[in-house]
């Protein structure tokens, strides 16, 4: 499949090929091997021009997965388990920087291929990729770049797709699947022969298990790939169990346990010690004790396979690590259900199944097995591979999904039913040594550092039953989005996808073991490897409301900086053949996107006795920068506004602009301008006799379509103003001493933009002043329609995947041009450095 797209895309430069390559999987400890599989293929791949070099990423969270996102024109590999990429393409990326989630939006939605690798293992989030697939076939017509998916697996049912979204478009997916043609399954693995046995072993008798799984790897005799014997359990508890019954009898003795509950420093030795071809050779003698990890692209052979009963399909996948290279195998199937019902974590219907079928065969390889399944009849067939999910996304949901904007308590939608199916939804956890009666630094993890825990199972862990509050001796702490820095976690905050630090004496990990909630040991901390000040400053601005490391560097005005992110706009929208019109409104957006910096409050915040006395700087150096809660201080001190939003600024005196020069344009009252006079409310007149500068003129040749995209585009620059404009949590705190009302996000009704350049060359704006008015629900006898309205507008004219696409390319633009060093001629000019 890499090599597919790879020839297609790089190769060919076939431009209908999407540039993106998505690799979903079941799970985390398949992601590495992915990984390093796409490694080797793009080694192999002849050296490309620098915006045809093919990049390979890992998306699991952290500091270090790569800044993809900042090269929309260039070709990736993205690799990841179904809860970080679906996240992602659901607008709520799990273990992300909030501001990044309409980013990640964009791109994973726009100009992707996703190959969904072993769906089976998927659960509900197989559902989800196929509604995701039918609403962008829904909006394709709307679409600036192709979107495709590709569903993979040895058990694939064409009808796990069908729902009454996927219908239309469903027969157009399945046609023509890729398979293993009838004429080539014969010899070599095809004609292998793997005997089945079952028996039954209470839950509750893992030295029972334990004795059964030695008497079974007793038989084995050292042969070309080892004595090896695979063990597979259902639960992380059982696995943890049955290893330890087995060392027990078996101490000195080669027998590991893996599972998903391990830090990824903590497994990197697994693939290189015996996950492997070359592990399986003569003189190993090894047990291998495991949950579901295992169950799909883990090249091991083993002599022998135990397996705890499972639904067929996993069970399918689990029988092909046995004898995997060739010769014959052993399979023992152990039931352990002391009830019907139990069958955690699948359904007791599918354990029933899969029991009756194993009953009926005595042999269990790729040819038995194909034999058994074609003498099935339809309603047979579908009972061996049920799929009836618990959720279904909806595309009202998936609408609704776009806007990012956190309640007052920074709470989200729960996406979560969407993504994993049961209690095995997980939050990400790392351990730190911090100090007694001290929280966290502004620590941002490596992704190598970061625990996969049941959500549940963490609450539980820390916090006392049916309680809020940690229990004594636990330490640990949630990300505060609003405030910028790590609170005390609490049981409500522990949910799917946030991230968790806990301090390393509060237990609860153990790198022979994993995640272990008994353990009171300290927990030895990761040593995560460095990262760039450039990504540092990234993740810290993303992941913060009032975040500005983006503007830490050399002192540069708003029209030097502006004009570099038009070019890189401009630049970006070319190389992904966008039309002209689109490259245009991208760059006249970028042209105002930080016009709001004028504002005093944003001035304020930087200080210093080298600072160039103006009042139009955009940037500069980290020690000039006032800190939280007088970050936003006007430089005469007069006030201060602590949530401040430079964007929302810049967005609003597009408004202005119009009020002034053009108030019956088409985008403000134009429409309007008979039904608001027989309200008594006349349209005014032009209020300005100064001519429009060449850039203001571009801004009023628009239609009202394209002004809604430009100042929505420069509203939503930093992903912190979308399409909710309401008051944050700090402008609440605001005491109104004139009347002019709250703030909303640091901007006042009244508020003015002094009179500063914005393009170079070009004669200052004139000062504007800012209202509120479009931040109101109905029509507005200033501004005309509301801004959700505007936003409401654009997503049915592009689509939410198009539309968060144009977005992602600004912001991109604005990163990318952000970390330049370049010098302002303004300043330079005047001696300023």
Same mark, same amino acid.
């Given at each position: 499949m890499l090599v597919a797209w790879s020839y297609h895309r790089l190769h060919r430069k076939d431009n209908k090929w999407p540039r993106r390559l998505v690799w979903c999987l079941p799970m985390r400890a398949l992601v590495e091997q992915t990984f390093q599989a796409a490694k080797q293929l793009a080694e192999n791949i002849p050296q490309q *021009? !620098?915006?045809?070099?093919?990049?390979?990423?890992?998306? =699991?969270?952290?500091?270090?997965?790569? *800044?993809?996102?900042?090269?929309? !024109?260039?070709?990736?590999?993205?690799?990841?388990?179904?809860? =970080?990429?679906?996240?992602?393409?659901?607008?709520? @990326?799990?273990?992300?920087?909030?501001? +990044? %989630?309409? =980013? $990640?939006?964009?791109?994973?939605?726009?100009?992707?291929?996703?190959v969904m690798d072993e769906v089976q293992l998927m659960g509900v989030g197989l559902a989800t990729s196929a509604q995701l697939q039918a609403f962008r076939d829904q909006d394709c017509s709307k679409h600036l770049r192709p979107c495709f998916t590709w569903w993979m697996s040895a058990t694939l049912q064409p009808d796990w797709?069908?729902?009454?979204?996927? $219908?239309?478009?469903?027969?157009?997916?399945?046609?023509?699947?890729?398979?293993? &043609?009838?004429?080539?399954?014969?010899g070599g693995l095809w004609d292998i022969s793997k005997s089945v046995t079952t028996a039954t072993i209470a839950p509750d008798k893992p030295s029972e298990l334990a004795q059964r799984i030695l008497d079974e790897h007793a038989k084995l005799s050292d042969g070309e790939f080892g004595k090896i014997t695979l063990v597979v359990c259902n639960t992380v508890e059982r696995a943890c169990q049955t290893f330890d019954a087995i060392v027990k009898q078996r101490k000195e003795a080669d027998t590991q346990l893996i599972h998903s509950r391990f830090r990824p420093a903590d497994r990197e030795n697994w693939q290189r010690d015996f996950l492997n071809k070359a592990a399986c050779k003569p003189g190993v003698d090894r047990i291998i004790v495991a949950t579901q990890v295992v169950e799909a692209g883990v090249d091991i052979s083993a002599g022998c396979l135990v397996t $705890?009963?499972? &639904? %067929?399909?996993?069970?399918?996948?689990?029988? @092909?690590?046995?004898?995997?290279?060739? @010769?014959?195998?052993?399979?023992?199937?152990?039931?352990?259900?002391k009830k019907s019902d139990d069958t955690a974590p699948y359904q007791p219907e599918e354990l029933e199944s899969a029991w009756d079928t194993i009953q009926q065969l005595r042999d269990v390889g790729i040819q038995a097995l194909e034999k058994h399944e074609a003498s099935l009849s339809s309603e047979a067939r579908q009972r061996l591979y049920p799929y009836a999910p618990a959720h279904l996304l909806l595309r009202?949901?998936?609408?609704?999904?776009f806007d990012t904007t956190p309640d007052l308590t920074g709470a989200d939608l729960d996406i979560s039913r969407f993504i994993r199916s049961g209690d095995e939804r997980d939050l990400q956890v790392f351990w730190l040594e911090i100090e007694q009666g001290k &929280? &966290? #630094?502004?620590?941002?993890?490596?992704?190598?550092e970061l625990c996969a825990v049941p959500f549940l199972k963490a609450r539980d862990w820390l916090c006392e039953k049916?309680?809020?509050?940690?229990?004594?001796?636990? +330490?640990? %702490?949630?990300?505060? %989005?609003?405030?910028? #820095?790590?609170k005390t976690a609490t049981r409500e905050a522990m949910l799917p996808g946030r991230i968790l630090c806990v301090a390393a004496d509060s237990g609860g990990y153990c790198p022979d073991r994993g995640f272990n909630a008994e353990s009171s040991a300290s927990v030895p901390p990761v040593v995560a490897p460095a990262v760039s000040q450039a990504i540092q400053a990234l993740e810290e601005a993303d992941d913060q409301q009032d975040g500005e490391q983006l503007s830490f560097s050399p002192w540069k005005t708003i029209v030097c900086h502006s004009q570099e992110v038009a070019d890189e706009a401009k630049t970006i929208a070319a190389a992904v053949g966008l039309d002209e019109s689109l490259q245009n409104l991208l760059k006249l957006a970028a042209l105002w996107h930080d016009w709001g910096k004028s504002h005093p409050a944003f001035q304020g915040a930087m200080r210093g006795p080298n600072r160039p006395q103006r009042t139009d700087l955009a940037k500069g150096p980290k020690g000039a920068w006032r800190r939280p809660p007088d970050m936003y201080r006007y430089l005469d001190d007069s006030e201060t506004r602590p949530a401040f939003r430079h964007e929302l600024a810049s967005a609003l005196g597009l408004f202005a602009l119009l009020e002034l020069y053009a108030p019956r344009h088409e985008a403000l009252l134009g429409p309007w301008v008979e039904a608001l006079g027989k309200l008594g409310q006349a349209v005014p007149n032009v209020q300005v006799s100064s001519p429009a500068t060449p850039l203001i003129e571009r801004l009023l040749k628009c239609t009202a379509e394209e002004f809604n995209l430009v100042a929505y585009l420069v509203a939503s620059h930093h992903g912190k103003v979308r399409v909710g404009l309401h008051a944050a949590p700090k402008d609440q705190d605001y005491r109104d001493r004139d009347g002019r009302g709250l703030p909303i996000r640091g901007i006042r009704e009244g508020d003015h933009l002094p009179s500063v350049a914005l393009a170079p060359g070009e004669p200052p704006l004139p000062e504007v002043t800012l209202s509120l008015e479009p931040s109101k629900l109905g029509l507005s006898s200033k501004t005309g329609v509301s801004w959700r309205e505007r936003c409401i507008g654009l997503l049915e004219q592009f689509g939410p995947a198009a539309l968060a696409f144009l977005e992602a390319i600004l912001r991109a633009a604005d990163v990318r041009a952000s970390q330049l060093t370049t010098n302002d001629p303004a300043l330079a000019a005047e001696g300023n450095r």
């Open positions: *021009e !620098e915006q045809d070099q093919l990049t390979i990423h890992i998306a =699991m969270g952290g500091e270090d997965s790569g *800044e993809w996102f900042l090269h929309p !024109e260039r070709p990736a590999i993205i690799i990841g388990t179904q809860d =970080m990429l679906l996240s992602r393409a659901l607008n709520r @990326g799990y273990a992300s920087a909030r501001a +990044r %989630w309409p =980013m $990640e939006f964009g791109l994973l939605n726009q100009d992707v291929l996703w797709l069908k729902s009454v979204d996927t $219908e239309t478009y469903h027969q157009a997916w399945v046609q023509d699947p890729c398979e293993v &043609p009838n004429a080539q399954r014969t $705890e009963l499972a &639904p %067929w399909p996993s069970l399918v996948q689990r029988f @092909g690590r046995c004898a995997r290279y060739g @010769g014959s195998g052993s399979v023992l199937v152990v039931d352990r259900r009202k949901e998936f609408d609704e999904l &929280p &966290p #630094e502004d620590y941002k993890p490596h992704r190598r049916d309680k809020s509050k940690l229990r004594n001796g636990k +330490r640990a %702490w949630i990300w505060d %989005w609003l405030d910028g #820095e790590w």
